[in-house]
């Protein structure tokens, strides 16, 4: 059964702007599911795998008439997977450029390797849009909805292709797809990595959302460099498994702005990576499995409506913290995510005082759906 995708009316809207649709996203989080439901609305769709040789092959440094013989009467392409073509870029500038009547829809798991293939050959004649796995939002009909199935997307996260299974089934895919599909796009064969390197960084990280990541921590217990960490995290981030989340800050004395925070993209494949699926109300984790699914849901829900926010957390000297801090135009929001709430919650006095201009919130089971999405 096909969940209908935020971003679907985004693309659609896209291709009849006569550009170039560019749909990023992890594997197994639904581009060619939403690439096929949006040539349903075309009248000759051609679906090309990349994952294909020959397809490879016949889309790589061809003319213009032999890219046309292969396309034939298309009136919609659905490249998939385009990072696979040596000069993408200049493939689709040409189709593009040369047959405007034709529309083209890309997909990649690495924005890394698609978006240096075609940054300089696509530039004014595409658009980017980027994929995450399913939101609660999608998922759900309503907000009451909404308020049942946030423990199933703490636990499970929001892979299409395990939102409608049982629990352990759900939990053996993730397993498989943790194992099988994690490294595939962030550390291609022109990467140089170690694996087991890899495999302890991940988990390192699995075990510290929600807290402050230091570069030079993290190279120590691995015993490798600082610049061989960076460089991993960074590959990580480019093929959609973690988000990095900067400080924010204004008075660069009293704010301490070297360490970030590391969240996962999907909680499924964060648990699958150190195999917890325990209970929620077992586990000890749960408040920073709270803080991974408020960032990310917020994050799927201004891209979803297209706003332009930069999101932060907040944390000066004296260990006093803020979870989610937006900057909206002039309009400055604090959230902090709370899954149990014992007390009045308030921001600390120090940001308070340094930033006045605020609205605040404390986002809670109760009431996210009601803050996060709006």
């Known amino acids: 059964m096909y969940i209908q995708r935020h971003e679907q009316k985004h693309v659609e809207d896209t291709l009849s702007n006569g550009l170039i649709a560019i749909l990023y996203g992890a594997r197994q989080v639904g581009k060619t599911t939403l690439a096929k439901e949006v040539a349903k609305r075309f009248k000759a769709p051609l679906y090309l795998n990349c994952d294909d040789p020959d397809v490879v092959i016949s889309l790589s440094n061809k003319s213009a008439v032999e890219l046309k013989s292969y ?21 689709i500038k040409l189709i593009h450029d040369t047959y405007p009547g034709i529309n083209l829809l890309v997909t990649g798991s690495s924005s890394l390797d698609l978006a240096n293939k075609i940054a300089e050959p696509l530039t004014g004649r595409s658009e980017e849009i980027l994929l995450y796995p399913l939101s ?16 199933t997307m703490l636990d499970r996260g929001g892979y299409p292709a395990i939102w409608q ?12 797809i943790a194992n099988n599909y994690v490294y595939r796009d962030a550390f291609g064969p022109q990467v140089m990595f170690d694996q087991t390197v890899i495999n302890d960084l991940l988990r390192l990280l699995a075990y510290q959302i929600g807290q402050e990541v230091s570069y030079g921590e993290l190279a120590g217990k691995l015993s490798v460099s600082k610049e061989t960490v960076m460089r991993y995290i960074d590959l990580l981030e ?6 990095r989340r900067g400080q924010y800050r204004r008075n660069q004395r009293v704010e301490v702005g070297r360490l970030r925070k590391i969240y ?11 195999e917890n699926f325990k209970p929620l109300e077992t586990r000890d984790d749960i408040g920073f499995l709270w803080e991974n699914f408020c960032v ?3 994050l799927k829900y201004l891209q979803a409506h297209e706003r332009r926010v930069r999101s932060y957390y907040w944390r000066n000297n004296d260990q006093r913290e803020v979870d989610i801090i937006e900057e909206e135009s002039d309009v400055l929001r604090a959230y902090e995510c709370k899954i149990n709430i014992k007390k ?6 120090a940001f308070s005082r340094m930033y006045p201009d605020y609205k605040f919130s404390v986002v809670n089971p109760d009431n996210f759906s009601d803050i996060l999405l709006d």
């Open 71 to 91: 396309i034939g009467d298309a009136d919609l392409v659905v490249i998939d997977e385009g990072q696979r073509v040596e000069n993408i870029g200049i493939t």
């Open 136 to 151: 609660i939002s999608e998922v759900s009909k309503n907000r009451l909805e909404m308020d049942g199935n946030w423990r």
């Open 165 to 176: 299974l049982s629990a352990q089934a759900a939990h053996t895919r993730l397993s498989n």
């Open 238 to 243: 480019k093929a959609f498994i973690i988000q």
């Open 264 to 274: 996962f993209t999907d909680l499924g494949i964060r648990n699958a990576i150190i």
């Open 296 to 298: 990310i849901e917020r």
């Open 344 to 349: 009045t919650i308030r921001l600390p006095l």
